[in-house]
């Protein structure tokens, strides 16, 4: 079984990449996880967008902007670096 950067096992549900030529993957980190499911996806204009089995989530958006946001029981608001602004494909 594959780990996370935590040393987590996990599980692949879906990978693949869509007729826009965006990857994306989806994986279970079981039920002792925050967030069961996480995912992520790439895109071909350089973004890309993680949501993580800690409830966290990471946005980029290929232009040299990002933002953060913690998981929701070890912080409140988000930390940004930049502004991101437009619509997320996947």
């Known amino acids: ?39 992520h996806y790439s895109n071909q204009d350089g973004s890309y967008y993680y949501s993580n089995s800690d409830g966290s989530t990471y946005h980029n958006n290929g232009q040299g902007e990002s933002q953060y946001s913690p998981p929701a029981s070890g912080s409140s608001g988000s930390e940004s670096s930049g502004s991101s602004t437009g619509s997320e494909q996947k």
Not at 18 to 34: F, K
Request: neutral net charge; aromatic residues 10%; proline residues 5%.
């Open 1 to 39: 079984m594959p780990t996370d950067n935590h040393g987590k096992g996990y599980t692949y549900k879906a990978s693949g990449t869509n007729s826009q030529g965006n990857h994306y993957c989806a994986r279970d980190h079981g039920s002792d996880a925050p967030s069961q499911n996480s995912y």
